[in-house]
């Protein structure tokens, strides 16, 4: 395929026109403008505004956190996830809250309000008070919760993978040579492009398919490993087809649309539940912002961010509820107030809350009765 027959497969998919150079959109863009189209989830009034206020929640919650970082209330390195949303909110609300288990990334916080992990324990996480999720001992690449089945986030890329694992193992051992029949649990790993070329990933992808785990292998493909470009780093791009290899179903699917991913996330549960072994899922996604904070994002080209950005899954959600009669754009900005009051709040509550004794420094390493 052309650079031409890309700009036209743009202007015929009936995006809107992309300003600056069509070089620079790339191969990334043309995967998702020629997907196979898949069947989406169909949503009732409820269920699609309960998406719209998780991916909601998800980005204010982050541009929130932009803004104290940059007033220096929050160290270390911090990931934000804006533009991804409809991974996140896609897989785990069309999962079992505090029954499914979640694996994820140091890009984290968004999964950790979609397993249902307070906002306020978030952001006061983020900020090292005691009141966090991780007691203020983790930061923003540890975000734990054992109530809300998250099993962490990782700084170490592909290191939730085999975690994630061992809960698919759990559930199938409980269920077959424990014999409890109740034990349905299904677990989503998520993790980056990048992360699909390290060995984790390869021995994980085996040993769920040798043992037909229920695992979800989620992988947020946004094109970039920090400055490397996913088609320069790999041998296929098109990661879903290395599921091939361990005799897997793999799936490609638009990552910029929740119902897109919903649709593809209830097929493999299902076929999890039921015993019938793991999915590879590849959502084609793209982060709005920087790898980090400390990012200045100047490496990616500007045109290639317009592409996605006008993909925004949030404004595309909004305009299938509108569009088929399940909310009103007032309804949506009452929601979106809501969310601004919560994220208000987390903010304040985190800010007031109290440091960790320093005497407690060691305190969390071990479990405690
Ligand atoms: C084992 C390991 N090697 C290298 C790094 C440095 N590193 C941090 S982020 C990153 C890129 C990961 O990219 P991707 O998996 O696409 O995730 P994204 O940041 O795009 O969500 C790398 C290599 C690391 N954190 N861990
Ligand atoms: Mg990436």
Redesign the pocket.
């Known amino acids: 395929m052309t650079q031409a027959d890309i700009s036209q497969g743009i202007a015929a998919s009936g995006a809107p026109a992309c300003s600056g150079d069509a070089n620079a959109v790339g191969l990334h863009a043309e995967r998702l403008l020629n997907l196979y189209p898949s069947t989406p989830a169909t949503v009732t009034r409820d269920e699609g505004l309960l998406l719209y206020r998780d991916m909601t929640l998800g980005r204010r919650f982050e541009d929130k956190c932009a803004e104290m970082y940059y007033r220096g209330k929050m160290f270390g390195f911090v990931?934000l996830y804006n533009g991804q949303e409809a991974v996140s909110t896609g897989v785990i609300k069309a999962m079992k809250a505090q029954h499914d288990w979640f694996c994820s990334?140091?890009?984290d916080h968004v999964h950790a309000l979609s397993c249902g992990v307070p906002a306020r324990e978030v952001m006061s996480e983020l900020f090292g008070k005691e009141t966090g999720c991780s007691k203020g001992r983790g930061g923003s690449m540890h975000l734990f919760s054992k109530e809300h089945h998250l099993l962490g986030g990782y700084?170490?890329?592909?290191e939730g993978i085999p975690v994630a694992l061992g809960a698919a193992f759990t559930s199938r051992y409980k269920r077959d040579a424990l014999g409890d029949a109740s034990s349905d649990a299904v677990t989503a790993a998520f993790?980056?492009?990048?992360?699909c070329n390290?060995g984790q990933f390869y021995e994980c992808l085996n040993m769920a398919a040798l043992w037909k785990l229920p695992i979800l292998f989620v992988v947020?493909n946004?094109k970039?490993?920090?400055g490397m470009d996913h088609n320069r780093a790999t041998s296929d791009p098109e990661i879903w087809r290395k599921a091939a290899a361990f005799g897997m179903h793999g799936e490609e699917v638009d990552g910029m649309d929740v119902l897109a991913v919903r649709g593809a996330a209830q097929r493999a549960i299902e076929r999890a539940r039921a015993g019938e072994g793991p999915t590879l899922l590849e959502c084609l996604t793209y982060?709005f912002r920087g790898?980090s904070l400390a990012d200045p994002d100047e490496l990616r080209a500007e045109a290639e961010k317009e592409f996605w950005a006008q993909r925004d899954p949030i404004k595309r959600l909004a305009a299938h509820l509108i569009e088929h009669n399940l909310a009103t754009a007032e309804e949506l900005k009452v929601i979106e107030k809501e969310i601004d009051a919560e994220v208000a709040d987390c903010v304040e509550f985190a800010l007031a809350a109290p440091e960790p004794k320093p005497e407690e420094l060691t305190r969390y390493i071990w479990a405690e009765d």
């Open positions: 990931h990334t140091y890009r700084a170490f890329i592909g993790f980056g492009d990048g992360t390290i947020e946004n970039w490993a920090i982060r790898h």
